[in-house]
């Protein structure tokens, strides 16, 4: 397994631990965090903000990777996010893809259907 695919699973990894401080450490100086239905977020306070609402509010985070594949400098994730928020189970199908140079992710970009995660918050 390559490095870059190691850090990656050492990165979910870290959301399983909800340890925002050691997730902030897997990134670049300047980095790149879209969720998909969403805008992009660029620099480690949008990122580091982006990524604390939706830890911080979860009494649990259960990120199972289900493939992992590499080509170049990005590694591609399909993944089953788990959460519990607010007493809510939250199952989400994720594609990630990670683009990493210097040992550093220096873009993530996360694709999923929002009508799944909202159908699941509000039911």
Known sequence: ????????EDFIDAFNAQDVDTIMGFFSDDPIYHNMPSGPV?????VRELI????SPASSVNWEMLKI??????????RMDRFVLG??????????????????ITA????????????QMTD
């Open 1 to 8: 397994m390559s490095k870059e695919t190691h850090i990656v």
């Open 42 to 46: 660029t620099g480690t306070g949008p």
């Open 52 to 55: 604390t609402s939706f830890v």
């Open 69 to 78: 594949a590499q080509t170049g400098d990005t590694v591609l994730t399909e």
């Open 87 to 104: 007493g809510k189970d939250v199952a989400l199908p994720v594609m990630g893809a990670f683009d990493i140079q210097d040992g550093k």
């Open 108 to 119: 993530w970009r996360d694709y999923f259907d929002m009508a799944t995660w909202t159908k």
